[in-house]
Nanobody
Framework: QVQLVESGGGLVQAGDSLRLSCTAS????????TGWFRQAPGKEREFVAA????????YYADSLKGRFTISRDNAKNTVYLQMNSLKPEDTAVYYC??????????????????WGQGTQVTVSS
């Protein structure tokens, strides 16, 4: 069983950058596809980015391409989400999630069976 812990959230101003970390324990995270999702108050959880378990291919929500980058550091058993040019509408709780499945559905929450507790990102205008 893999346990996931997110960190790196905080309060920033519009235009700033943040790097979120998703650190795994219990299992090697590179054995899992890992996704980032976010959920704003009153809204459904939405897909942000994913990196597959082998090869390192990445997927992004169309609206976030060019501003957000997902990457993996196998030595640290960690997946990162680099967020640049942050906007107030990026305010949400950000969650990382892991799956051992190979699928075209990395943007779907139901694919993932391991979730972290989330980290709050607040972007002020």
């Amino acid at each position: 069983q893999v346990q996931l812990v997110e960190s790196g959230g905080g309060l920033v101003q519009a235009g700033d950058s943040l790097r979120l970390s998703c650190t795994a324990s219990g299992r090697t995270l590179s054995s899992y596809g890992t996704g980032w999702f976010r959920q704003a108050p009153g809204k459904e959880r939405e897909f942000v980015a994913a990196i597959i378990r082998s090869g390192g291919s990445t997927y992004y929500a169309d609206s976030l391409k060019g501003r957000f980058t997902i990457s993996r550091d196998n030595a640290k058993n960690t997946v990162y989400l680099q967020m640049n040019s942050l906007k107030p509408e990026d305010t949400a709780v950000y969650y990382c999630a892991a799956t051992m499945a190979y699928s075209d559905n990395y943007h779907q929450t139901w694919l993932y069976n391991h979730w972290g507790q989330g980290t709050q990102v607040t972007v002020s205008s």
